[in-house]
T-cell receptor
Framework: GENVEQHPSTLSVQEGDSAVIKCTYS??????FPWYKQELGKGPQLIID?????GEKKDQRIAVTLNKTAKHFSLHITETQPEDSAVYFC??????????FGTGTRLLVSP | EAGVTQFPSHSVIEKGQTVTLRCDPI?????LYWYRRVMGKEIKFLLH????????ESGMPNNRFLAERTGGTYSTLKVQPAELEDSGVYFC???????????FGQGTRLTVV
């Protein structure tokens, strides 16, 4: 079955810096790659996603890139702000929202 | 519009007891999912309902776990009898279409002592 690895497990940056979180997946049949942000006491919230027919997608300060050949995808957050502090999860899906998640990255943005 | 709601938010039970978690999906969402995050590890899929039918229950750990969705509305996840390794955060999610975004509830933190 699908296996998703996520790095780093923790990431500390200064406000205004960029943050990059990387994930790899094993199943070449996976075709949907969402990223979730989980704030304290809340459930995971979708922040951006990408499908396998696209290499890059951007939404304001966040972007996701996908390399199907290498089976890896990354989340890029630019101009980080303290409110970006949270746990971020990547996931892969072969269809029907049976998501396989990474282990999560705790991002801390210091003012 | 109300989001996905889960009850209770926290539950502490003794080993061997029974616990029932409840999930109210977003109104009109036919697809309902249960996930679990144990000990800070990855969030793992448990099962998927389409209306009242179990579409995929391949992630259910063992027969101590029973999920139901009577009438295709809210769902319950019962753990009987609970074991220490069942501790974790149980998430419910729902989507209107299985190929659309799934919205997650805030989770139920289950602690078995």
């Amino acid at each position: 079955g699908e296996n998703v690895e996520q790095h780093p497990s923790t990431l500390s940056v200064q406000e205004g810096d960029s943050a990059v979180i990387k994930c790899t997946y094993s199943d070449s049949a996976s075709n949907y790659f969402p990223w979730y942000k989980q704030e304290l006491g809340k459930g995971p919230q979708l922040i951006i996603d990408i499908r396998s027919n696209v290499g890059e997608k951007k939404d304001q300060r966040i972007a996701v890139t996908l390399n199907k050949t290498a089976k890896h995808f990354s989340l890029h957050i630019t101009e980080t702000q303290p409110e970006d502090s949270a746990v971020y999860f990547c996931a892969a899906d072969t269809g029907f929202q049976k998501l396989v998640f990474g282990t999560g990255t705790r991002l801390l943005v210091s003012p | 519009e109300a989001g996905v709601t889960q009850f209770p938010s926290h539950s502490v039970i003794e080993k061997g007891q029974t616990v029932t978690l409840r999930c109210d999906p977003i109104s009109g969402h036919d697809n309902l999912y249960w996930y679990r995050r144990v000990m800070g590890k990855e969030i793992k899929f448990l099962l998927h309902f389409v209306k009242e039918s179990k579409q995929d229950e391949s992630g259910m750990p063992n027969n101590r776990f029973l999920a139901e969705r009577t009438g295709g509305t809210y769902s319950t996840l019962k753990v009987q009898p609970a074991e220490l390794e069942d501790s974790g955060v149980y998430f419910c999610a729902s989507s209107q279409d299985a190929r659309q975004e799934a919205f997650f509830g805030q989770g139920t933190r289950l602690t078995v002592v």
